[in-house]
């Protein structure tokens, strides 16, 4: 926790150190969420399935190894590009991206990296449930939270008046590779 320190000598009277905590200071402080692990993103509810770049390059769940199923989460700003742990074409990593589908539902796919697209640029909330020990978190873009249902797979989704249906933890898998 990031501590600001008012100090002021009037009369006499010193103020003490005040403690500020912000969502910020609380992402410099875990070493995931600096983009320096590489992770495994697990949805909660989930038994055994992680989430995984497929073969059509969509974001979506396996239960078992996949050639893209390790993930480092970049900060920009206050926002995180999600990042493969492995290189795509070429030595550079993928980011995950949100698809528009016209009228179907949005997905999150393999893309070329680029900060300066929105749709690459995702909120990742702490939530108060915990997996093992470890935080959970939802991930969304702009207002779309990444989702998954039975039916239609990971999608991204407008809450609206409904519940959010899935949040995530990440597993530490070790240091995060140094792609471009």
Known sequence: MKKLLIGALTAGIVLAPLGLSTAASAAAADPILQGKRQVVIKPIPS????????????????????????FVLSPVGKKFQIKTAKAGDGKKA????????????????????????????????????????????????????LQYFPKSGLIAEELGDAPLVTTFSFVDNGKAPKLG
């Open 47 to 70: 038994f055994e399935s992680i989430v995984a770049i497929d073969s059509k390059g969509r974001l979506n769940l396996t239960d078992g190894e996949a050639k893209f199923g390790l």
């Open 94 to 145: 993928a980011c995950i991206g949100i698809k528009n589908n016209g009228s179907k539902s949005l997905t999150a796919v393999a893309t070329k990296c680029d900060k300066t697209r929105a749709g690459q640029l995702f909120t990742i909330t702490k939530q108060k449930a915990k997996d093992n020990g470890r935080p959970t978190y939802a991930i969304s873009n702009n207002s779309a939270f």
